[in-house]
């Protein structure tokens, strides 16, 4: 457990790094239109060990498609597990009010016509936890299959260089404070703060600074070639879904939440945090799938577990992504 001065493992680690100097990671999703960014900035800037899906923004026959799709897209060599088709101890609620009913309306997709390599997500976590000394797990959808690894084998919270995940904050999007991963699965989120690995924390505070505006989307579009193209029509189904939900002119496009998991630790430099307790609510009837978060400063507190994003140069995220589009268009 960390201490309340000590920050996670850091991505800099070479023991987090293959041969090459990239960062290992593997990468655990529900794509959803900010996944889908996420996997285009970590198939350009890490070694992804591999990719494994779960349900949360759709169910989970359409998140492991729609990760085929992008796999296709960017002609990536890296395997696809599926797993966990519901919470641990409730029935999926998905986001087709956000999503869509895809997981990724907006855009004329193409037919995935690479194969999935398995159907136990939990089973090739632990496996790769085994297989890759220093592997960082980047969840950003629902924790269930992070649980149920760690479940299956608690000695991976050991082995991991941490957990960079998507979800919490100080406020909420499905409830007043209930974000939507941990509020989808606020028991699995629990034990996976609770199981002592190092932890990064990008939640709504952070993420609601890193917006696809209308200028960021039509500067995508302008990177041409079908992905980009594809990318931007997304992103318009994406920020034009979050205006219909919010107050009229209180937000300029979506929250592009998922990458800065992955950018937390491929440019550590873009943002600031806090070394923070945070613990998961999950019996309160309003508080379901609330992340506490320890501010006080009082000398008795609980022992920081989480790495809490607080910041993010926005632009120069942006700047990234834009880059790792290009490097994938041909």
């Known amino acids: 457990m960390l201490d309340a001065m000590s920050g996670p493992a850091d991505p800099a680690d070479p ?3 293959s041969k090459d100097g990239a960062l290992r990671i593997l990468l655990d999703c529900d794509p959803g239109h900010d996944d889908v960014i996420a996997i285009v900035v970590a198939a350009r800037h890490t070694e992804m060990v591999g990719i494994t899906t779960v349900a949360g923004n759709a169910p989970l026959e359409q998140t492991t498609h729609n990760t085929l799709v992008l796999r296709d897209m960017l002609g990536l060599d890296v395997a696809v597990h599926s797993g966990a088709d519901r919470p641990l101890d409730r029935d999926l609620e998905a986001a087709p009010d956000i999503h869509g009913v895809s997981g990724l309306d907006g855009a004329d997709l193409p037919v995935p016509t690479t194969p999935l390599d398995g159907t136990d997500a939990v089973r090739f976590i632990v496996d790769s ?5 220093g592997l960082w797990l980047v969840p950003t959808g629902p924790l269930t299959n992070i649980a149920l690894a760690l479940r299956s084998d608690p000695s991976i919270a050991r082995r991991v260089a941490g957990i960079s995940l998507m979800g919490g ?3 909420g999007n499905r409830t007043a404070v209930g974000e939507f991963n941990i509020w989808g699965d606020p028991e699995a ?3 996976v703060f609770a199981c002592g690995a190092p932890i990064v924390m990008a939640g709504l505070d952070v993420t609601h600074r890193f917006r696809a505006t209308p200028q960021r989307i039509e500067r995508l579009r302008q990177v041409g070639g079908t992905l980009a193209v594809t990318l931007a029509d997304l992103l318009v189904f994406f920020s034009d879904m979050y205006r219909a939900a919010h107050d009229e002119g209180s937000i300029d496009g979506a929250a592009i939440h998922d990458p800065l998991a992955v950018l937390a630790l491929t440019h550590p430099e873009l943002f600031t945090r806090a070394a923070r307790h945070v613990a998961v609510e ?12 320890d501010e006080r400063r009082v000398v008795h507190r609980l022992a920081a577990n989480t790495d809490v994003l607080t910041s993010v140069d926005a632009a120069q995220a942006f700047d990234i992504v834009v880059e790792a589009v290009e490097h994938f268009t041909p």
């Open 129 to 133: 936890c085994h297989e890759h000394d």
């Open 189 to 191: 989120a629990a034990e």
């Open 169 to 171: 904050g100080s406020f």
């Open 282 to 293: 999950t019996n309160g009837r309003l508080t379901r799938g609330m992340t506490v978060i």
């Open 15 to 17: 023991n987090s790094q």
